[in-house]
């Protein structure tokens, strides 16, 4: 009776391991008695890209250009868009302050802005555009885009391989204790 019960006990398992439903249960239901289904929220088909150009130190601080170019896809109807400048950097009068106000957009064609930056110090500096995207369905879309700005002398930048960040190192001859 020993030996027969471990064989029993192991038979029984199998067996109702191998009889279960091959389906997964069905996700619970919701309020209103439709399963839940997961929402997956697409991107907005807007393409912002920041640029750096011409920057050169004076004897007032660092000057150059920050070029912004906005692109939208099919049912995008306007972008407002609003930088976001650190201390220490201000940006240049113009006529871009009033063209990134309530922008219109058309699909595929790209909207280009060459806006003049003033840099008080040495350093990386976080330059940052918010855009608030409104589409032709009435819906609006909040998004944000940066680009760090270094200004003097620029740090190296190291190699990045499958992951791990990679630095100089010094062979030895033989493993210290």
Do not use: C, K
Not at 4 to 31: C, G, N, Y
Not at 37 to 47: D, G, I, K, Q, S
């Amino acid at each position: 009776m020993r030996i027969a019960s471990p064989f029993l006990i192991i038979s029984v398992t199998l067996s109702l391991l191998l009889a279960r439903p091959a389906q997964p249960p069905a996700p619970p239901a919701a309020e209103g008695g439709a399963p839940r289904t997961a929402t997956v929220e697409p991107l907005p088909p807007v393409v912002i890209e920041i640029q750096f150009d011409g920057l050169r130190r004076t004897a007032r601080g660092w000057h150059g250009l920050l070029v912004l170019t906005v692109e939208a896809g099919e049912g995008v109807r306007e972008a407002s868009m609003r930088l976001q400048l650190p201390d220490g950097v201000s940006a240049g009068p113009g006529p871009w302050m009033n063209d990134l106000l309530n922008m219109p957009l058309a699909a595929g064609v790209p909207r280009r802005h060459v806006i003049p930056l003033n840099l008080q110090s040495d350093g990386a500096h976080s330059i940052g555009v918010e855009a608030i995207v409104d589409f032709t369905d009435g819906t609006s879309h909040r998004t944000r885009q940066g680009r760090t700005l270094h200004a003097g002398r620029h740090p190296g930048e190291g190699r990045h391989r499958l992951g791990a960040y990679e630095v100089m190192g010094v062979l030895v001859e033989e493993p210290s204790p």
